[in-house]
C-alpha cells in the first residue's frame, strides 16, 4: 500500500488531481504486468487522501497515512508548503516520503532521513533555467540585455526569484524590473504597465497560480507587449493555455520534466488512460514516483517502511519507466534524499500535428521541437 497525499480539493485541485491521475496510472500498469516481482507478484494499491490546501489539512492527512501499518511509502503534497509539512509528519513516523517540491528545505534538513525529493531545488533553478533559456533566445538573435522578474511572495517562488536575480547580474542582464505580490493578484494592470514602461527584452514571470500568471499573460499580450515570456513550475504547461488559441504559441516554462523523445509512447498511452489531451509535469510526476517506489520495494524484497528506505537511498536505477520519463540517464538520490544530478527541461507552446501542446525544446538532445520565439 502506498500513501497518495495530494491536494484534491480547493484552489490546487486540479494540480493534485493530475499528480494521482499519473500515479494510478503506474499503479496500474505494474500490476498488468504482474506486480512486484520480489513480493510473489504483489499489486501495488493507493491509499488517497486529500492533502487539502493548508498545512494543517496537510498534516492531518499524513497523520493518517502514517498510523495506517500497511501503507509503506507517502507520497505528495505538489505545493512546497503541504510537502514541507507533510514530511514532518512521515519523518517522525520513520515513513519514507517521496515528494515533488522545489523547496530547499525538503531535502536539507538536519537529521531528516526519510525524504526523497525529484524536483531540483530552487537555489539550483536560477542557472537551470537561465542556461536553458539563453543560448536559444542568442540563437534567435534576441538578447537578453533587460528583464523583468516578476512574481509572487510565496515560499516557492520567493527565493528562486532571489537566486534568479543573483544569477542575472553575474550573467551581466539587467533586472530592470522587479516585482512580486501577494496571492491572488486581484489587479495585474499596474504591474503590466510597469513591464510596459521597462523596455524589456525578455518576462520571468515566477508565480503558481494559473489564475495569476494567465491574467499577467492576456494584459501583456492586450498591451503589444510581445518579448518572450518564460515561468518556471507546471502552471505554464497546464491545459487551460490552449483557451487563448495562437496568442499562447510561444510562451514557455521550466520544468522538470516534460514528454521526451525516448518516453512518447508511455505518455501518450497516460494521456489516453487519464482522459486528458496530453500529459504534463503533474501526471509524469505521479507516474514517476510510483514507479520510483515499485523500484525500491523490487530491491527491498521486503515490504517494509525501514527496507524500503534503505533501498531508496541505494538506488541506481539506468533502465525503465522511472529513466524514460526523465531528461537524464540515471535515477538516483544524495545523501539528503534529492535526485541527482539536477535537471529540468524548458516546454514552449507550440502546435504540433494542428495541436497546441507544450512541446520540449531543451535540452537540445532531448527536443521534440525546435525553439520559436517569433
Same mark, same amino acid.
Given at each position: ?129 537561465l542556461d536553458s533559456v ?11 540585455d533587460r528583464v523583468a ?5 510565496? $515560499? ?11 544569477? !542575472? +547580474?553575474? @550573467? #551581466? &542582464?539587467? %533586472? ?30 515566477? $508565480? ?11 494584459? !501583456? +499580450?492586450? @498591451? #503589444? &507587449?510581445? %518579448? ?21 504559441q510561444g510562451l514557455s ?25 496530453? %500529459? ?95
Open positions: 500500500m502506498i500513501g497518495a497525499a495530494w491536494p484534491l480539493s480547493g484552489p490546487f485541485a486540479f494540480n493534485g488531481n493530475a499528480v494521482l491521475d499519473g500515479a494510478q496510472a503506474a499503479v496500474d500498469d505494474i500490476n498488468e504486468a504482474g506486480g512486484i516481482e520480489a513480493l510473489g507478484g504483489a499489486h501495488l494499491e493507493l491509499r488517497v487522501v486529500d492533502a487539502g490546501s493548508s498545512a494543517a489539512e496537510s498534516v492531518a492527512s499524513a497523520d493518517r497515512l502514517v498510523n495506517d501499518e500497511d501503507v509503506v511509502a507517502v507520497m505528495g503534497s505538489w505545493l512546497s508548503s503541504l510537502s514541507l509539512a507533510a514530511s514532518e509528519v512521515t519523518e517522525r513516523g520513520r515513513v519514507p516520503y517521496i515528494s515533488e517540491s522545489f523547496a530547499d528545505h525538503m531535502t536539507d534538513r538536519p537529521y531528516f532521513t526519510h525524504v526523497f525529493d525529484y524536483a531540483p531545488p530552487s537555489s539550483q533553478i536560477a542557472d537551470l533555467l539563453q543560448p536559444s533566445l542568442a540563437e534567435a538573435g534576441i538578447e537578453m522578474l516578476i512574481g509572487d511572495n510565496t $515560499a516557492a517562488a520567493t527565493p528562486l526569484i532571489d537566486g534568479l536575480e543573483v544569477a !542575472l +547580474q553575474e @550573467r #551581466g &542582464i539587467e %533586472v530592470a524590473i522587479r516585482e512580486q505580490w501577494t496571492p491572488p493578484l486581484q489587479d495585474p494592470s499596474g504591474l503590466v504597465q510597469k513591464v510596459s514602461s521597462g523596455k524589456v527584452d525578455a518576462v520571468l514571470l515566477i $508565480a503558481f497560480s494559473f489564475n495569476d500568471v494567465s491574467s499577467i499573460v492576456r494584459q !501583456l +499580450q492586450a @498591451r #503589444g &507587449i510581445d %518579448v518572450p515570456v518564460i515561468q518556471n513550475g507546471g502552471q505554464g504547461i497546464v491545459p487551460q493555455w490552449r483557451e487563448l488559441g495562437d496568442e499562447a516554462s521550466f520544468v522538470y520534466t516534460n514528454p521526451l523523445p525516448g518516453s512518447e509512447e508511455l505518455t501518450d498511452q497516460m494521456a489516453e488512460a487519464t482522459g486528458v489531451p496530453y %500529459v504534463w509535469q503533474d501526471q509524469i510526476g505521479g507516474y514517476f514516483a510510483v514507479s520510483v517506489v515499485a523500484a525500491g520495494l523490487e530491491d527491498a524484497g521486503v515490504a517494509d517502511r525501514e527496507a524500503l528506505n534503505t533501498a531508496l537511498r541505494n538506488l541506481d536505477l539506468r533502465e525503465g519507466a522511472a529513466v524514460d520519463l526523465m531528461p537524464t540517464d540515471r535515477i538516483a538520490f544524495d545523501d539528503g534524499g534529492r535526485i541527482t544530478p539536477a535537471f529540468g527541461v524548458l516546454a514552449q507552446w507550440q502546435r504540433v500535428d494542428g495541436e497546441l501542446i507544450p512541446c520540449t525544446i531543451y535540452p537540445v538532445e532531448q527536443a521534440v521541437c525546435e525553439p520559436d520565439w517569433q
